[in-house]
């Protein structure tokens, strides 16, 4: 695998950041995908989101967190008062990955390892590079494994402000900057008890709603 860095044009804008990995190759997910699903969102967004990668509808329509993890995210986000629209939302890899086991069979999530984290993390690094966000939300165990290495733990390290490096700024200019983690919401919707898998994740969100105010 040689990586997305090859990919990825120099001193490039969110536009054409997005149209660039069109093209990627930067691992064998984009063989079998339909297409790069590249973060999405408000250029001056404070907040980022990233989440593990995209869905059967999310690669079919092009866009993050359009399927049913992403209406229970909008919901869980307009709780804690985070608009959807005043966010940026991405994720960990850019490309489905799935199996299918035969002709006209449903495509089944398969989760990305470490080497397709590792692979993308370029795109993700030049999304947050460009964004210079106050709070990056982790969405479950891959998001958090991209921004804080394969030792993290959502169990261990969700809603706790855990401190990012930002470039040092000119003076009197912000210079902090959080991850929260949390829950992945497709581990929300599967989850036995839901109510409180929910509560679970909304209380996390509210940590991070709580930087921004
Ligand atoms: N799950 C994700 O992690 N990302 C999406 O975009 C959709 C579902
Ligand atoms: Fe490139 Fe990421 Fe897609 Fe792999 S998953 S081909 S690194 S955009």
Known sequence: RPGAQHWIPPG?????????????????????????????GSPTARVVLVGEQPGDQEDRQGLPFVGPAGR???????????????????????????????????????????????????WLQAELAILDPEVIIALGATAGRALLGPSFRV????????????????EGTRRSAFVVATVHPSAVLRADDRESAYAGLVADLRVAAEVLH
């Open 72 to 122: 229970l995210l909008d919901r869980a986000l307009a709780e804690v008062g985070i608009e959807r629209a005043d966010a940026y939302v991405t994720n960990a890899v850019k490309h489905f990955r799935f199996t299918q086991s035969g002709p006209g069979k449903r495509r089944l999530h398969q989760t990305p390892d470490m080497g397709h984290i590792t692979a993308c993390k370029p």
């Open 12 to 40: 490039a804008d969110l536009d054409q950041l997005r149209e660039a990995a069109r093209a990627c190759r930067g691992c064998e997910l984009y063989e079998n995908a339909t297409q790069t699903v590249f973060g999405a």
């Open 155 to 170: 169990t261990k390290q969700r809603g706790m402000l855990i401190p990012w490096p930002t470039d040092a700024g000119e």
